[in-house]
């Protein structure tokens, strides 16, 4: 049975999955014209999960991302002006340049930052969370991770830390079905996520991750029942990516059948025709499509126009004490 | 002053820092039964399991765990119980405490002090017993502090608390129950200055940590064979104070490193390195075999960096160029 949803809530739901959509398509032919440095790794076909979680947290909550971030940054709330700075690496970029894609973080939305390395946001979301309780702050820690960081030691050491102290985190695993370029069903051994998580005390739910209004009305329960202290729990929302690990990845290694088939299950597709039903115009989404295509389209303009850092910035934001002296010119 | 042991400095720095600013959170293993040296004893009691948390061993969960709570308003203090175990938290350490800031273009601090108890005790061999301080020299973000004298142990992690950078705090486990001369141990130190140990005229020893006790039996040694040495204990690794060993080296033209650590790419050499730079001074180094720390007392003689040795390696050094 479809999730009841309301139609303003999907309407929101659809235009911040419509800007990761576009976000993410614009970064990756940004990519493969060259106009970028380094690599992205892509959400495309992961929105729902993002924005159906972020849409439950308030304004004081945080979150922690991986290397596949730009959408939880999104959904957040994030600056896509910064982000795209970010991508090009010039001033005024989320980081000043210093981080790029991998690295983005916006303090101000409560965003600590996506990271380059599997499972390392889950401590840091935990040791949020610990500092908030310490504090006595009614804050929620949002913490996003993929299947692939399931098999690594933090995963364990964060969801049993979390149940120890009951703190208010909750974990949402993102399973796309791919560790990078391996099948994560061929190195995971045991009867899956939600029983690890069980296992460690954290309870689990899980969840199409491809149907918005489904993790909305989930991440809505389960965030409600960590910010009253149920102590931690975990939402398991199964998707697929679309892309290759990273955009220089074709994903030639997959059959293409796979990948043609869970683009049929598409989030975005899935809620237009929702929202089809509650008497929402297919021209009033075709205009929420067109003004983020604008705003990407201003936003690119924008940045490829900006000034690169200083050379000076280099040595700044290091550290206070001993921090690096600028080289002599030879 | 008074008659203080070096651990009881640092447990009446850590308990003073703690009255005054209840932002700090130490997080660590068995320290409610007052940590393996006995450094938080009495705490758990006084702050209560909340703020002195017994954590599970987890080592990357308590470093991973400091840095998240450390981005949003914490002052986690880190207890790795030994060095060598902040091996199983090094991503959480050099990947993220480290760089955090810098990735995140400014917007976030890390402030948090990670105590590893360094070095050589009680025949622990080779995954209990090691010296590694030039990894986390070597990684930009951190702040390497390393007191060598009970008069420092108070106010160096008095500092490394209040500082807003990461710092890694190595206290030698063999220093702990070390007595001496204590000022206030809850006044914090200046981080980047060295401490004259000795005065001389022949050659500049610099040592830090347990090797600065060497380093001044050496010069005892040394002394009475005619050789006038002064030592230098370092205290600070990441600043390092340059400009004292600069002018020391200036005066004496010799400059020996002595390090518990292997010698091979330890933090010697680079000490060695900027002296030779900017001096042309004559520069030496000395430090353990690039072997594992073995275990038997026979052994672990054979590896020790000792004050004879530092002698005798400064003797030869100086015949040679004389």
């Given at each position: 049975m479809a999730t009841q949803i309301g139609r303003e809530r999907l309407l929101a739901h659809f235009r911040t999955m419509a800007r990761i959509r576009a976000f993410e398509e614009t970064a990756e032919r940004l990519y493969n014209e060259k106009r970028i440095p380094g690599f992205v790794h892509l959400s495309s076909g992961q929105e729902a999960i993002p924005a159906g979680v972020c849409a439950n947290l308030a304004a004081e909550d945080r979150l922690t991302s991986t290397h596949r971030g730009h959408g939880h940054t999104i959904a957040r709330g994030g600056d896509i002006q910064a982000m795209m700075l970010e991508l090009f690496g010039r001033q005024g970029g989320s980081c000043g340049g210093k981080g790029g894609s991998m690295h983005i973080a916006d303090m101000r939305i409560g965003m600590l930052g996506a990271n380059g390395v599997v499972a390392a946001g889950l401590p840091i979301a935990v040791g949020a969370a610990h500092a908030a309780k310490l504090a006595g702050e009614p804050r929620v820690v949002a913490c996003f991770f993929g299947d692939g960081a399931v098999n690594r030691g933090p995963f364990l050491e964060s969801l049993n830390w979390a149940a120890v102290h009951r703190l208010p985190v909750l974990f949402v695993c993102e399973d796309n079905r791919w560790s990078a370029t391996t099948p994560t069903r061929l190195t995971t051994a045991g009867p899956g996520i939600a029983a690890r998580a069980e296992a460690l005390g954290v309870p689990a739910c899980a969840v199409d991750g491809n149907d918005v209004a489904a993790v909305d009305h989930l991440a809505g329960e389960l965030v409600a029942s960590v910010r009253a202290g149920s102590g931690p729990r975990l939402l398991l929302a199964a998707t697929y990516r679309w892309s290759g690990h990273t955009s220089a990845d074709a994903g030639a290694y997959r059959d293409p059948a796979e990948v043609a088939r869970a683009k049929t299950d598409d989030p975005l597709r899935r809620a237009a025709q929702v929202l089809g039903g509650l008497g929402v115009a297919a021209a009033e989404l075709a205009a929420i499509e067109n003004d983020v295509a604008a705003e990407l389209a201003r936003a690119v303009e924008m940045a490829e126009r900006a000034p690169f850092p200083d050379p000076a910035a280099l040595y700044t934001d290091v550290q206070d004490i001993g921090a690096p002296t600028a080289r002599v010119p030879a | 002053m008074s008659r203080m042991s070096f651990v009881e400095a640092t447990r009446q720095a850590l308990a003073a820092e703690m009255r005054r600013d209840g932002r700090i959170v130490v997080l660590g293993e068995d320290l409610g039964r007052g940590g393996v040296f006995q450094q938080y004893r009495g705490l758990q009691a006084e702050f209560g399991p909340a703020r002195v948390v017994d954590t599970p061993i987890s080592e990357s969960a308590i470093m991973g765990v400091a840095v998240g709570a450390a981005m949003c308003g914490a002052r986690p203090v880190v207890e790795m119980r030994y060095l060598d175990f902040t091996l199983c938290a090094v991503d959480e350490l050099v990947n993220q405490a480290a760089k955090l800031r810098y990735m995140l273009g400014g917007q976030a601090r890390v402030p948090m002090v990670v105590r590893q108890p360094i070095g050589l005790w009680a025949n622990c061999a080779a995954q209990h017993s090691q010296s590694l301080e030039a990894w986390w020299v070597h990684v930009p973000g951190l702040v390497v502090l390393c007191p060598g004298d009970p008069a420092d142990a108070g106010p160096m992690l008095a500092a490394a608390i209040r500082a807003d950078d990461p710092v890694v705090l190595l206290e030698y486990k063999e220093l702990f129950p070390a007595e001496g001369e204590v000022g206030d141990p809850t006044l914090p130190a200046e981080i980047g200055r060295a401490r004259l140990v000795r005065p001389g005229h022949d050659l500049t020893l610099v040592a830090w940590g347990g090797s600065v006790r060497e380093a001044a039996g050496a010069a005892e040694l040394l002394a009475a064979r005619g050789i006038s040495a002064e030592v230098i204990?370092?205290?600070?690794?990441?600043?390092?104070d340059s400009a004292m060993v600069l002018a020391s080296v200036a005066r004496t033209g010799h400059l020996l490193v002595a390090q518990e650590a292997t010698e091979v790419a330890g933090f010697g050499a680079e000490i060695a390195a900027l002296v030779a730079e900017e001096t042309g001074a004559r520069v030496a180094r000395i430090g353990a075999p690039r072997t594992p720390i073995p275990f038997s007392p026979a052994l672990e003689a054979a590896y020790r960096v000792d004050a004879a040795r530092i002698a005798a390696r400064a003797a030869a050094f100086l015949a040679r160029h004389r």
């Open positions: - | 204990d370092l205290r600070s690794l990441w600043p390092w």
